[in-house]
């Protein structure tokens, strides 16, 4: 295998470029250096409150709070919106299943609501008096949002760095947006979760909650006013914050690596109009070219010639949750079903044709992944390799 095979066909997640070298690791030194990997435990600026700064000047948000993953944040996110249980919750069919798991570990009941045709969620199908609704900006792709929405969750665990066409970061817009540093994201700790928000008291909420419903004051054991409800411990630790702090260095790196591996492969497409490139809009994080096959047979052809010349690739049918185990068979851990057994009669899904037209054009679409770590000779002879594979499915 040439350096370039390797580089493109055998990292098992294409698009996070990690980053990770020795010579790169200064925060991560620092924490060592310094004997503390609790965050709480000094009362000068820890790495994770760093963190948090960084990341919230950058997105343009007032607050940011860190946690283990993106599904804690969505969980907290929810939590803090005060809900009753069975509680309705709008949310796409086609995403990770981590959103409808998040709503039903909160006690509440996930509504799917059908994609449009860039396979966002379609904002017309949410009902106007909608109180909460989780959007997910899916492989980097901006989703429309849904107006006069009190509680609008953005799930950006795909999308970190995205815009939307007013130049505002995803998971800015609403009440608050979520971020994963999982593996086969944007940017990677192995696993980590940071959410943002505007709102103020929000942001108090879910400090709290995540830290056993105390005040705490960093550099103390934590203190709860008489007034405190339940919580439970998401707190980060200092040495993943470390390397996220590290990763984050390199987003801009990483976006413009993106969006130069973009423009180049869209100067080699294939020249056919049964495989079409679906064009990206200007303020999405390019991690892929998202194919639209004219059939299911061309698009798996495909999928095996990619394969087969060790190009990385994927689909994205796991992500249509009404066929999904999880939500078809509407099982618990709980023996009275929780919170199922808390399910209104109001129906469980949204769409005008039992989500048929989603079902087809997941099957025709075709992901290729971009590598922005590439140096521009070698993202050109990958986007030639494409083409010809490509060419002759
Ligand atoms: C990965 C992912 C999540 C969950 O993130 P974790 O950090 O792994 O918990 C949630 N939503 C979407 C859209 C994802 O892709």
Redesign the pocket.
């Known amino acids: 295998m040439s350096s370039l095979d390797k580089r493109l066909g055998q990292r098992f997640l294409p698009y996070g470029a990690n980053y990770l070298d020795w010579s790169d690791m200064s925060e991560l030194r620092k924490v060592i250096e310094h004997q503390v990997l609790f965050r709480y435990q000094t009362e000068t600026e820890s790495m994770a409150s760093r963190l948090e700064r960084t990341v919230a000047e950058r997105l343009g948000a007032h607050h940011a709070l860190a946690v283990?993953?993106?599904?804690?944040?969505?969980r907290l996110a929810l939590i803090s919106t005060r809900p009753s249980i069975g509680d309705l919750v709008y949310i796409p069919a086609v995403?990770?299943v981590?959103?409808a798991g998040?709503v039903l570990s909160s006690g509440l009941i996930p509504v799917l609501v059908d994609a449009d045709d860039s396979l966002s969620m379609d904002p017309t199908l949410v009902p106007p008096d909608a109180q909460r609704v989780i959007v997910?900006?899916?492989e980097g792709t901006v989703a429309p949002l849904p107006a006069g929405v009190p509680y609008l969750v953005e799930?950006c665990?795909?999308s970190l760095g995205a815009r939307f066409p007013d130049g505002r970061q995803v998971g800015t817009a609403g009440y608050a947006g979520?971020?994963?540093?999982?593996h086969?994201?944007v940017l990677t700790s192995g696993?980590?979760?940071l959410l943002v928000t505007n709102d103020e008291s929000a942001w108090s909420t879910m400090r709290c909650y995540h830290d056993h419903g105390s005040a705490r004051v960093p550099g103390h054991y934590p203190t709860w006013n008489q007034d405190a409800h339940f919580g439970e411990n998401f707190v980060t630790s200092e040495q993943v914050a470390a390397v996220q702090c590290q990763q984050f260095r390199h987003l801009d790196e990483l976006l413009a690596g993106l969006e130069r591996m973009y423009a180049i492969a869209m100067g080699e497409l294939p020249d056919r109009p049964d495989l079409e490139v679906r064009p990206r809009a200007a303020g999405d994080v390019k991690v892929s070219l998202r194919f639209r096959c004219e059939s299911r047979q061309l698009r798996d052809a495909a999928v095996a010639a990619l394969t087969a010349a060790g190009i990385a690739n994927w689909t994205l049918g796991k992500?249509l949750l009404p066929d999904h185990p999880v939500l078809t068979g509407r099982r618990s851990l709980y023996r009275d079903g929780f919170p199922w057994n808390h399910a209104p009669d109001a129906p469980s899904a949204l769409s005008h044709d039992g989500f048929a037209r989603t079902r087809d054009l997941l099957d025709r679409t075709l992901c290729v992944p971009l590598s922005p770590e590439l140096p521009e000779e070698e993202q050109v002879v990958a986007a030639k390799a494409v083409r010809q594979v490509l060419e002759a499915v």
Do not use: I, P, R
Request: charged share 15%; aromatic share 14%.
């Open positions: 283990h993953n993106c599904t804690e944040a969505l995403t990770f981590a959103v998040a997910a900006h899916m799930d665990a795909q979520t971020f994963s540093f999982h086969n994201k696993e980590g979760g992500y």
